[in-house]
């Protein structure tokens, strides 16, 4: 039996009827720039994020660039993050020319509060926490520690749309928030798109003419600015696909459930706090012997993944920045015994049945 992490030929025979209708009725109107889905999925989205705005951009990797440039972050400015996040999240700093400054994470592989404080220098100008996997970073804590020294939070949301804290959706408890809905995503476009969420009408403002030229109309040009919109087409995609995201992560939590309930003995199953609603984006156990179990699910036909096998800090890209071996204990750590393993809406029962068979047949 073959487990596929991902299941695009599925995804297309649920939703293909729709979704080609709706591209249609842009390409007959060939309002391909800016067109009228890409507002309405705007407004939608900010609606399901609990925001006053939400601006749609190219690609999750600009929706953290453009927010920071909005922000004012400037060559030479630190941002805090984490080094186990996708690399987007570091680089973008980087390219602004700031310093990407990390902090070590805790054992649910999200930002440490205390490390964060530790680390918040005259310099620190934002703070990137990233809601990994889904899971909720502790942003009450961190909020209250850069509120403190006024420092502006931007939540990495890209792998965590439709996920709440204290019924708080992510994307709704920074300054912004970055969303990307990259195929791979649980919310996912036929190709690259992002979105930023924020109740600043000065930074949605701003956003807005960022992403598009500095245009301030069709004609007038208030700054340089990017060519970063969010495609039309993408956005008819779009529509219809978050109408469905409930049902998505309800199925993937389902899954989740199973799993964690079957798998406790063997490995660490990811926890669930009282006032968290993880929407698993990707599913991580930290397991014992993790590559020979990796190869292993392989041969039964189980496709997992790692999440991320290098932290960014021992990036070569990073070497600059002074870090190595040794600074930050949990993510290297970490780094060592995660798995992700499948957890895709379309899983058949039995193909979940299998996974969990395979992992206990390796242990016992
Ligand atoms: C996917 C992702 C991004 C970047 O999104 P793209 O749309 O691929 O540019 C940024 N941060 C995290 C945590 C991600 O998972």
Known sequence: MKVPYTNFAKQIEDD?????????????????????????????????????????????????????????????????????????????????????????????????????????????????????????????????????RNIPVIEDAAQSVGSSLNGKRTGSMGVCASFSLHPLKNLNALGDAGIITTNSDALATRLRKLRNHGLRNRDECDFWGYNSRLDTLQAAVLIPRLLQLGRTIQRRKAVASHYSEALQKCVVVPSEGQNEFHSYHTYVVKAPDRDRLREYLDRQGIETKIHYPIPIHLQRAASHLGYSRGSFPQVEADALRILSLPINQYLTDDQVEHVIESIYNFYT
């Open 16 to 148: 293909g009827v729709e979704v080609l209708a709706a591209m249609r009725a842009v390409m007959a109107r060939g309002d391909f720039i800016l067109g009228k889905e890409v507002n309405d999925f705007e407004e939608r989205f900010a609606t399901y994020c609990g925001t006053k705005h939400a601006v749609g951009v190219a690609n999750g990797t600009d929706s953290l660039f453009l927010s920071m440039l909005a922000l004012g972050i400037k060559p030479g400015d630190e941002v805090i993050t984490c080094p186990n996040s996708w690399i987007s999240t570091a680089a973008s700093i980087a390219l602004i020319g700031a310093r990407p400054v990390f902090v070590d994470v805790c054992e649910d592989q999200n930002m440490d509060p205390d490390k964060l404080q530790q680390a918040i220098t005259a310099k620190t100008k934002a703070i990137i926490p990233v809601h990994l996997g889904g899971r909720p970073a502790k942003m009450e804590d961190i909020n209250v520690i850069a509120g403190f």
